[in-house]
């Protein structure tokens, strides 16, 4: 029976490990970027626009390179930005359309390069901004940028070894997204956003956040964290169609966290399956505590551990998180 489970775990991995990523899971994040530029075009002038979609354009090279790892070219975009900024003469509302992208992607140049501190700073300076924006200039739809941003500290607070505190704030923030609670962690308290915009954006922002979550909890048996979690796992709490990837890994992780392992193993096939179709980081922690769960399954287990962690090893984007976690849990 385990041994059938086992290899309908690995024939699911090796399904969903070649699948390409999804068009339409990246939609909400299209309609955003839409939407956010008729905002803004409608806001300045043409040629102040302009010269605001120049600096953007620079911004997006910046982080281009650094997503690569060239990390000097990166930081001489962002360098070359923000002298440009410094020595041009936009609007004060300009400026800060600017440093609303810019700052995030300095902060993620700083977090690569270890410098987590810095980095939470850059995040924060830019919900400043984003708070600005919206209050003095009526621009309600940069509100939803305010998602991305709390993602970044989620990012950031487990980087810096703080993964209960991950859990903590992902669950206040996904029961404010999905069911309007507040008040929202003191900590992410300026991340409420102004509902005027598609629900599907939402939607890929509660599964972002789940991502996090799931990645601070992969190979963990923490009970109390994951725990925060579980009013997402009662049907009569959720609705069936709202962020349905977020909910089901939380659905099924809990028979993990309750050691019914056949159960989970059956279950999880389903997530295993959707590869980077979904939320990639909610199909990463899965495959590395699928990979943990069968390495203690005897010698068919071990043989699909080591199957699974050879196949991430050759996935560029997913190597350096996987490895992150087997150090994590070594300690």
């Known amino acids: 029976m385990v041994e059938d489970i086992l290899d309908r775990v690995q024939r699911a991995f090796l399904h969903g490990r070649h699948r390409p990523p999804s068009h339409a899971y990246a939609a909400a994040g299209k309609i955003f970027a839409a939407q956010f530029k008729d905002e803004v075009v409608s806001k300045l002038p043409p040629r102040e626009f302009t010269a605001v979609e120049g600096f953007w354009q620079r911004q997006a090279r910046g982080l281009s390179a650094a997503k690569k790892g060239d990390l000097e070219q990166s930081q001489s975009e962002f360098k070359a930005a923000l002298s440009a900024l410094e020595e041009s003469a936009l609007s004060e509302q300009a400026i800060l359309l600017v440093r609303l992208l810019l700052d995030p992607g300095r902060a993620y140049y700083r977090y690569l390069l270890g410098d987590y501190g810095r980095a939470r700073e850059l995040v924060l300076g830019a919900a400043v901004t984003n708070h600005r924006l919206v209050t003095e200039f009526g621009l309600a ?11 970044n500290i989620l990012r950031i607070t487990t980087r810096e070894g703080k993964r209960e505190e991950t859990v903590r704030l992902a669950a206040g923030y996904l029961s404010y997204l999905e069911h309007d609670v507040a008040p929202l962690p003191d900590e992410i308290d300026w991340a409420y956003i102004v509902r005027d915009f598609p629900d599907s954006i939402v939607q890929f922002y509660f599964d972002q956040v789940c991502g996090e979550a799931a990645l601070a909890l992969a190979g963990s048996d923490d009970w109390r964290a994951f725990s925060l979690l579980l009013d997402h796992a009662a049907p009569g709490n959720c609705s069936a169609s709202f962020a349905s990837h977020g909910h089901s890994w939380i659905t099924v992780t809990r028979y993990r966290f309750r050691e019914q392992i056949e159960e989970y193993l059956e279950r999880v096939c389903a997530l295993l399956e959707l590869g980077k179709t979904g939320e990639p980081s909610i199909w990463l922690a899965s495959v590395f505590d699928v990979a943990a769960v069968c390495r203690k399954l005897g010698s068919r287990g071990k043989q699909v551990a080591d199957r699974i962690s050879h196949e ?8 350096w998180i996987f490895q992150d976690l087997a150090v994590a849990q070594a300690r």
């Open 141 to 151: 739809i940069v509100s939803a940028q305010r998602m991305q941003l709390c993602h």
């Open 312 to 319: 991430m090893e050759s996935l560029p984007d997913a190597r």
